[in-house]
């Protein structure tokens, strides 16, 4: 019996999992707004009672959804530059692990959070505060890796870590606006660069352009 029940535990898991990684999908493309139970359980093939017992309401779909996308960018993005050199080596990591997320396309709509805080930053309650809440974590995670940076004389001992922070995240946010409207992976090696340029890192070499590259006989 033990076992019955700890497989149907199992089993709830993954559905709710498959659940929450299409409505991240589907946020990027919809909307937190456009998110329903209609549509999800389209989309997985799935019963609206499947989806709906997984869920009480619309806002805890909502919420749920944001949890996910933030496991995703924390495995994606965070976890990658925590696990880069401290200073100057994780603040060029998060910013190219956040490059590296969009040109994966692990989302159809480019950056999950980017629209996100468009989205709901006019809408009062807990899923904007929720989405606030990670922006600002993010904010303060690259803001320490700026402060460390120039701790270890990596940086300019008069580097501004607020003003630095914002010019990075500039940087990569209109890398997720202009991939998103282009589709197109090439666009992101200009931000590449200029995140270099900006830190003061040699640029790495441009890929070759398989249109000029010669023919092999």
Do not use: W
Request: proline fraction near 6%; charged fraction near 25%.
């Amino acid at each position: 019996m033990d076992m019955q029940v700890r497989r149907q535990r199992a089993d709830g898991e993954r559905r709710r999992e498959a659940i929450l990684r299409q409505a991240v999908s589907l946020a990027t493309v919809e909307g937190l707004e456009g998110l329903s139970i209609g549509n999800l359980a389209d989309g997985l093939g799935m019963s609206k009672s499947g989806v709906y017992a997984h869920f009480g309401s619309k806002q805890d779909l909502q919420l749920a959804t944001v949890d996910q996308a933030e496991r995703i960018f924390r495995s994606e993005v965070i976890e990658p530059a925590l696990a880069a050199a401290p200073g100057l080596g994780q603040l060029l990591a998060v910013c190219d692990a956040y490059l590296d997320h969009l040109a994966r396309r692990t989302f159809p709509g480019g950056c999950f959070f980017a629209g996100a805080v468009l989205e709901m930053g006019t809408r009062p309650g807990p899923v904007k505060e929720r989405v606030a809440a990670f922006q600002s974590s993010l904010t303060a995670l690259i803001q320490g890796f700026v402060v460390t940076a120039i701790d270890q004389e990596e940086l300019a001992a008069d580097e501004d870590p607020e003003a630095l922070t914002f010019e990075l995240n500039g940087i990569i946010l209109a890398a997720n606006s202009s991939f998103v409207l282009r589709d197109d992976p090439h666009v992101l090696e200009l931000p590449r660069r200029l995140v270099r340029r900006r830190l003061g890192i040699p640029a790495p070499a441009a890929p070759e352009n398989p249109s000029r590259a010669p023919r092999r006989k």
